[in-house]
């Protein structure tokens, strides 16, 4: 094998791939507790289903560079999934806002996918250096120290710091640039195949590892 072609490190997208947040029936339960929003059990499970196939799905370029981008965006979106605005604010502050600004790691909002562990234990023992690319609006460091996968981590590539989001190549070239590699020397993994996939243009080999909302570790 040829020297350029050794792997050297792994780039690895955050939500989906190394991380879950709630799925539809528990963000809708705890955003209606919070909420204080009486849901019968076919309201929750209707919109439990709508959480689950629209709002994951919703594609907004720009929404990932700022909180305020985010909430401009997303907002709406809950808001046109629910009549009542109080319980639309309350599932963005519950999944979304509410652990961003507090930098308060709660399990049951986010927690590590099924196998992620073991992929960036296995980086370590093979010596990999592994960056974080996501398009997140928020700081997403402190997640990973409280779920102490803090120091498997060498950098973090995220669109609110770099001013680009995937697929636009320079924030797969910023993250590059933090793993001090070829782009052949690298492979991305990621859940989307859209944003994702974006790393192919500048030759960064991707592995897309299937959609997964249940799995925990």
């Known amino acids: 094998m040829r020297k350029g072609n050794v792997q050297r490190a792994i780039l690895a997208d955050f939500a ?4 879950l947040p709630l799925d539809g029936t528990q963000w ?10 009486d849901l019968t059990a076919h309201e929750s ?19 990932d560079l ?5 909430r401009q965006s ?7 999934l629910v009549a009542d605005k109080a319980l639309a604010r309350s599932l963005y502050e519950t999944r979304l806002n509410a652990y961003f600004t507090t930098l308060q790691f709660k399990a049951e909002c986010w927690h590590p996918r099924n196998g992620a562990r073991d992929l960036l234990r296995g980086a370590c023992k093979r010596g990999l250096r592994v960056i974080v690319v996501s398009n997140v609006p ?6 990973f120290t409280q779920a102490g996968l803090r120091d498997q981590i060498h950098g973090f590539a995220l669109s609110c710091e770099v001013g680009s989001e995937k697929p636009d190549k320079l924030i ?6 933090l793993a001090g590699c070829a782009p052949s020397e690298a492979v991305l993994v990621g859940d989307d195949p859209v ?4 790393a192919l243009g500048l030759g960064i080999p991707v592995i897309l590892v299937p959609p997964c909302r249940d799995s925990t570790e």
């Open 45 to 63: 499970t209707d919109l439990a289903a709508l959480l689950d196939s629209r709002f994951h799905h919703v594609r907004d370029p720009g929404r």
């Open 16 to 19: 989906g791939t190394l991380f």
């Open 138 to 143: 928020w700081d997403i460091r402190p997640l």
């Open 195 to 198: 944003t994702d996939s974006g």
């Open 28 to 37: 809708a339960m705890a955003a209606s507790d919070t909420a204080r929003v």
């Open 172 to 177: 797969f070239e910023h993250a590059i640039d």
């Open 66 to 70: 700022s909180p305020a981008a985010h």
């Open 74 to 80: 997303m907002l709406p979106v809950l808001e046109s």
